[in-house]
């Protein structure tokens, strides 16, 4: 029980801590956004590598498809374990993983739907000089990163591990930062999405990690 409450202090100091930075000084459309998303906006406010390949079928498509397949070995394992005896000691890490992970996606696409936030390609308007932000579209739909979310949910990963195999659990941490990143600034440079849309999709799948660690760990010791 006090590790699982040192953890939990930890970890809820490192959320509160990043959604004040998040809230104060990277707000949605702030300064940060707009001069990370300039150098893809032409001057009449259009994105030139919206329809690019690499970009939108390359990373949107054929990347996100195989970190899905990762989750799918994981669901496949979990089945597999019921028929064959030897995977059952791995049932548990199996169905963590695979439930987690899909949890962290669905959540992040519910919110994303229900958002208000446009993207950035909806939100820029020509004129005489160039072109200008609209910060009243509502076309919404856009916030937090949907596509940058199959990347960070790998760092469920790094929840399942970090007790048991630290090497494997920070395999699972960096993978998840790196390719949700770098999924989302294909995202950004196509203008689907802001930096701090990822940012906060990293957030949200690490505050959803959290509460479902604290939660199971909690029904265990209820039932001890």
């Known amino acids: 029980m006090k590790e699982l409450s040192q953890f ?8 509160i801590i990043s959604f004040s930075i998040l809230w104060f000084y990277i707000p949605v459309g702030g300064s940060l956004d707009l001069y990370l998303i300039s150098p893809w906006v032409d001057v009449l406010g259009k994105f030139p590598l919206r329809d690019n390949w690499y970009l939108a079928t390359l990373n949107h498509r054929y990347v996100k498809n195989i970190i899905i397949l990762i989750y ?8 597999t374990s ?3 005896p030897k995977f059952k000691p791995l049932r548990h890490d199996y169905a963590y993983f695979f439930f987690i992970s899909m949890l962290c996606t669905i959540l992040i696409g519910i919110i994303k739907a229900h958002s208000a936030h446009a993207c950035p390609w909806d939100m820029t308007i ?3 000089t160039g072109s200008t932000w609209n910060f009243n579209a509502i076309d919404g739909h856009c ?12 760092m469920t990963g790094y929840f399942l591990y970090f007790k048991t195999d630290s090497k494997r659990a920070y395999f699972f941490l960096i993978s998840g930062l790196i390719l949700g990143f770098a999924m ?4 950004m440079m196509r203008g689907a999405h802001f930096l701090s849309h990822n ?3 990293a957030w949200f799948i690490w505050l959803i990690n959290f509460i479902s660690y604290i939660s199971i760990h909690l029904f265990k010791l209820l039932k001890t």
């Open 72 to 79: 799918s070995y994981y669901f496949f394992a979990w089945v």
């Open 184 to 187: 989302g600034w294909a995202q």
């Open 8 to 15: 939990f202090l930890i970890q809820s100091a490192i959320l």
């Open 199 to 201: 940012l906060w999709t």
């Open 126 to 128: 020509p004129t005489a």
């Open 143 to 154: 916030f937090p990163g949907g596509h940058a979310s199959t990347g960070f949910a790998l």
């Open 82 to 84: 019921f028929k064959f």
